[in-house]
T-cell receptor
Framework: GDSVTQMEGPVTLSEEAFLTINCTYTATGYPSLFWYVQYPGEGLQLLLKATKADDKGSNKGFEATYRKETTSFHLEKGSVQVSDSAVYFCALTNLPNGNQFYFGTGTSLTVIP | DGGITQSPKYLFRKEGQNVTLSCEQNLNHDAMYWYRQDPGQGLRLIYYSQIVNDFQKGDIAEGYSVSREKKESFPLTVTSAQKNPTAFYLC?????????????FGPGTRLLVL
């Protein structure tokens, strides 16, 4: 079945460091891919999405490119801020599975000043 | 403003008690979902509904029940059969589309056992 695997955390970075959180997926066909962010005690917020191969999703300085050849959707940001401290979830949805979403286990990011 | 509301923010359950978590959306979405999140873990699907008066079990439906009598509402009942209910519960909704639809989440309800 469909699934998402993302890198284990927690990740701790200094402010202005470069961020990469790896995400790979298993799915038949052409899934849509998402990154969500969760701040402490809150629900998940959509960060960015990509719906077809080679699409790049971007938002608030974060980027991720849908790579079908490597089945990956890695999240990157060039210069993190303290306010980026949160848990990040990679997810996919796929037409053969209707509207079900499959989430990774989440990666906790802490940015220190 | 359109969005998803969940209430209450915190809920306490006594042994043997059923409790109901509310989820309401005004996004005109057909599909709604309930997830459970345990500390340091990802989301696990409890139930989902793609249309009014219809719902399907997710991966961990045992000890939970739902109803979908209105498009806007998808309440979740945690029954006494759920032996470990302490968790953060998230409701989500999406359009019922061609597999590309974004899920939008509510702020969550934290359930604690007394």
């Amino acid at each position: 079945g469909d699934s998402v695997t993302q890198m284990e955390g927690p990740v701790t970075l200094s402010e202005e460091a470069f961020l990469t959180i790896n995400c790979t997926y298993t799915a038949t066909g052409y899934p849509s891919l998402f990154w969500y962010v969760q701040y402490p005690g809150e629900g998940l917020q959509l960060l960015l999405k990509a719906t077809k191969a080679d699409d790049k999703g971007s938002n608030k300085g974060f980027e991720a490119t849908y790579r079908k050849e490597t089945t990956s959707f890695h999240l990157e940001k060039g210069s993190v801020q303290v306010s980026d401290s949160a848990v990040y979830f990679c997810a996919l949805t796929n037409l053969p599975n209707g509207n079900q979403f499959y989430f990774g286990t989440g990666t906790s990011l802490t940015v220190i000043p | 403003d359109g969005g998803i509301t969940q209430s209450p923010k915190y809920l306490f359950r006594k042994e043997g008690q059923n409790v109901t978590l509310s989820c309401e959306q005004n996004l005109n979405h057909d599909a709604m979902y309930w997830y459970r999140q345990d500390p340091g873990q990802g989301l696990r699907l409890i139930y989902y509904s793609q249309i009014v008066n219809d719902f399907q079990k997710g991966d961990i439906a045992e000890g939970y029940s739902v109803s979908r009598e209105k498009k806007e509402s998808f309440p979740l009942t945690v029954t006494s059969a759920q032996k470990n209910p302490t968790a953060f519960y998230l409701c989500a909704s999406s359009r019922r589309g061609a597999g590309q639809e974004t899920q939008y989440f509510g702020p969550g309800t934290r359930l604690l056992v007394l």
